[in-house]
T-cell receptor, first 114, second 117 residues
Framework: GENVEQHPSTLSVQEGDSAVIKCTYSDSASNYFPWYKQELGKGPQLIID?????GEKKDQRIAVTLNKTAKHFSLHITETQPEDSAVYFC?????????????FGKGTRLSVIA | GAVVSQHPSRVICKSGTSVKIECRSL??????MFWYRQFPKQSLMLMAT?????????EQGVEKDKFLINHASLTLSTLTVTSAHPEDSSFYICSARGTGVRSGELFFGEGSRLTVL
């Protein structure tokens, strides 16, 4: 089955700097890679996703890149703000395999220092 | 965007009682919902996959008689923790799979924090 590794587990950056979180996956059949932001005491919220037919996707300060050959994908947050502080999870699954669930990474706790 | 509502957000119960958590997809029909459990500072652990009109599929190690899942309609799935014990205290999160153009996307509820005394 799919295995998703996520690094780093914790990340501290100064406000205004960029933050990068990296994930690798094992199943070459996976073709959907979402990223979730979870604030304390709340459920995860989808912030961006990418499908395997593209290599990069951007939404304002957030971008995700995908390297299918190397089986890794990354989240990039530019111009970080204190409200970006949260736990971020990457995930992977195949959209072609029925109801297979998302497989999550272990999460990255991002702290943006003002 | 798609909204998933989860209720209650917090619940405290005595050991031995049962607790029901509801998960509703508010603006779309969800034939498939997932239930997760999350321990402090850890990732989401999939408990079961809930399919409308059929029995839930439980992950290995999850007791189906303890964690009863019902998905009676296309917008509602419930998780009942039966005979709860302190070790069942956790953050339970449901999610629903999107439909149409958002098929494949997974939307999460706000979570329910269960504390068993």
């Amino acid at each position: 089955g799919e295995n998703v590794e996520q690094h780093p587990s914790t990340l501290s950056v100064q406000e205004g700097d960029s933050a990068v979180i990296k994930c690798t996956y094992s199943d070459s059949a996976s073709n959907y890679f979402p990223w979730y932001k979870q604030e304390l005491g709340k459920g995860p919220q989808l912030i961006i996703d990418i499908r395997s037919n593209v290599g990069e996707k951007k939404d304002q300060r957030i971008a995700v890149t995908l390297n299918k050959t190397a089986k890794h994908f990354s989240l990039h947050i530019t111009e970080t703000q204190p409200e970006d502080s949260a736990v971020y999870f990457c995930a992977a699954r195949s959209l072609n395999s029925g109801n297979t669930p998302l497989v999550f990474g272990k999460g990255t706790r991002l702290s943006v220092i003002a | 965007g798609a909204v998933v509502s989860q209720h209650p957000s917090r619940v405290i119960c005595k050991s031995g009682t049962s607790v029901k958590i509801e998960c509703r997809s508010l603006d779309f029909q969800a034939t498939t919902m997932f239930w997760y459990r999350q321990f402090p500072k850890q990732s989401l652990m999939l408990m079961a996959t809930s399919n409308e009109g059929s029995k839930a599929t439980y992950e290995q190690g999850v007791e189906k008689d303890k964690f009863l899942i019902n998905h009676a309609s296309l917008t509602l799935s419930t998780l009942t923790v039966t005979s709860a014990h302190p070790e069942d205290s956790s953050f339970y999160i449901c999610s629903a799979r999107g439909t149409g153009v958002r098929s494949g996307e997974l939307f999460f509820g706000e979570g329910s924090r269960l504390t068993v005394l």
